[in-house]
């Protein structure tokens, strides 16, 4: 049987944005969620620009990086 996986023992996660800035602002609240449940958790934001705009200066980022198309 496999381990299940426990985020509380992550150091640094990256989060893939979605490629458009509304759907961005809807993946808010799941960031907010797993900063809360994870305080320790290093959240990094990865994607394009416009869409990362929208996570700029939250809490939960520790970093984002943005990819070119």
């Known amino acids: ?3 299940a996986l426990d985020p509380r ?4 996660l ?4 979605p490629n458009w800035i509304g759907d961005a602002v809807m993946a808010e609240p799941s960031m907010r969620a797993l900063h809360e449940s994870c305080p320790d958790l290093e959240l990094v934001g990865c994607g394009r620009a416009a869409a990362l705009s929208a996570w700029a200066g939250h809490p939960a980022m520790s970093d984002l990086v943005v990819a070119d198309d």
């Open 9 to 12: 023992t992550w150091r640094r």
């Open 1 to 3: 049987m496999e381990k």
């Open 14 to 17: 990256a989060i893939l944005a």
